[in-house]
């Protein structure tokens, strides 16, 4: 992988112009490919090594400095200023068929407590495949446009917005009638012509053809020139909303008339509709107009109409439970299964990959598609050689879903997966049983961080956006540390990350020597690296990669702790099988047995505690943020007990845990609050024994701040 880095002043004259020639040019190439056609080839970090080659030939050769002058334009800033969202952007849940729509019907009801006869209206619209877009008013005037991001940070997209307001129809400014401060958010969209026409326009000029019309509009705003984004026809529908300092009505459907009052293009095909049925009904209209709507949609959005009662249901985790997503279903195509290649991931899990003839499904093509396990290769009887329908739904990992009998060729048998890692420890292969003594479906690698490929996905994890986020550290980088030919600069677990600079420092060869590396990305590298050495509890936690501990859950825990040190030794003495730490676990609404096993055998390892020790070294690690501000009742431990009468319990239960609550089932010494209603029993009487303080529904509600009417 080494350069055979000869420094350029060793270079002979000849072979200077020949690399400062073929550098210029290449140059100029990924300019063009990265300005004018959003379809860079190479990672900024690439770019930046090829631009610091050449300064350094020049350097070495001034006579060759003059003529690249004008081919080398200046570097891509390949950044967008980032854009913190005031209301976070929610993603949706997805159902896939008439039965979950009726069950998200009903789970609404059940939710607050409506019967069947009570009436309860929900919208229907498309489910726009674009991207989505805030825009800021302030004072009636737009202030700033940003894409979703990760739902909590997006990128300022200003520029470009302003430069497609006419083929948009986004407003600059809203009517008096507009509240101060009114954030309106929708998708933004291409056309099926206008993304044929973008398209054939790419195939003339030599640049790239887009997949698809997301991918084109995705990339149509992404520009770094708002010139460019100007010559692209994006469109836009307004849906949704962030902050509004007052809003403009009660309900979903009365917010989006407003929008179209004040100038936003809406969509013309949201309904009202009073049951599930309705909903289903206008979702079988959509799926009709599909084929001739103009546009990429990929399901119908169903949303309860009532603001106030989508105030009461609040979310889960990322998605609200007022809102869903009925998807339209998967697409299809039929291509040959070329190997099966087996993939060792992060936890150890073997996953088989079907390598395919590439295809196209629904204007995606596809070459991999995942089998899952050994128990569904068995189940498909899939075999090299075979014949296979593969499916994909939105973005969802496409699948192979049944094997074309008939076009066997004779020579297929039927694939032996393998009882050993195909790691170089060439582990064993282990099938895990569940706590009910079954044999688990999932193979897996028990070599642990021993395990080469375990740990490369340990790193990539770790590295990965919603992790530590290390801008110029992504899997390509990491995949070369792990093995970097200088022992000295590896990066083999996390902790070393943050010992490369040094190492780097003390080292006789440097990383800027290694080909995709320069002097300016590697201090970008470092810098982007030193940014991080200050962490949040949540991400830290979210980065270990445990097993089972998603973002949501690593939230969880990071509030329930408060601090690292807090945190690391509650997960050692549950790991010492500590009675009193596993119940404060338990107690931790949406903590499950699997997790508290997961974290268990986490910090039950001596390997994985002194790693994360040595990591935690290098770190600061900031205490956990308290739940959307302080309220009377954060970090309280409350129980619901009898019935209430003003809340269902799952909506008393949210709301409590919205506020930084916890809600635990039993009454125990470190309850705080026992609220109760009619036909409380024996945990009314336990809270009196234990002298904790019962309250009413009335009473708590005043003490959370709603009144009780
Ligand atoms: S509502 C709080 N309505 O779908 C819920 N989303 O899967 C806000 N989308 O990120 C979303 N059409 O980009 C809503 N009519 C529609 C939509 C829509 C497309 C996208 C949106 C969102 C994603 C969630």
Redesign the pocket.
Known sequence: MAKGPITAKDLLPMEAEIEHQHLAEEIERHDRLYHAEDAPEISDAEYDALRARLVEIEAAFPQLASRAGTAVGSAPSGKFAKIRHRVP????GNVFSTEEAGEFVARVRRFLDYPVDKPLAFTA????????LSLRYEKRRLVSAAT?GDGAEGEDVTANIRAVLASTGIPETLPAAAPDIAEI?G?IYLSHADFQAINARQAEIGGKIFANPRNAAAGSLRQIDPKVTASRPLRF?A??WGEMSSAPANTQSGMVEAFARWGFPV?PLMRLCADAEALVAHYRLIERERPVIGYDIDGV?Y?VDDLELQRRLGFVAR??RW?V?HKFPAEKAVTRLNAIEIQVGRTGALTPVAKLEPVNVGGVIVSNATLHNADEIARLDARVGDYVVIQRAGDVIPQVVEVVRERRPPEATAFEFPHICPCALKTPVIREATSAGVEGAVRRCSGEFACPFQRVEHLRHFVSRRAFDIEGLGEKQIAFFYECPVEALRIREPADIFTLEARNAASFQKIENFEGFGKQSVVNLFAAIAARREISLERFIFALGIRHVGETTAKLLARHSGTWLDFEAAARRVALEDPEAIAELQAIDQIGPSVIEALAEFFGRVDAVSMVDRLAAELVILPAEKPRGESPVTGKTVVFTGSLEMMTRDEAKARAESLGAKVAGSVSKKTDYVVAGPGAGSKLDKATELGVRVMTEAEWLALIGESAV
């Not at 952007?89 to 949706?92: D, P, Q, R, T, V």
């Not at 619209?125 to 989505?132: A, F, N, Q, R, V």
């Open positions: 952007m929610l993603s949706l619209e498309p489910k726009i495949d674009g991207l989505s979703r958010r998708e529908f849906y949704a969509n959005v949303k998605a609200p809102a997503a």
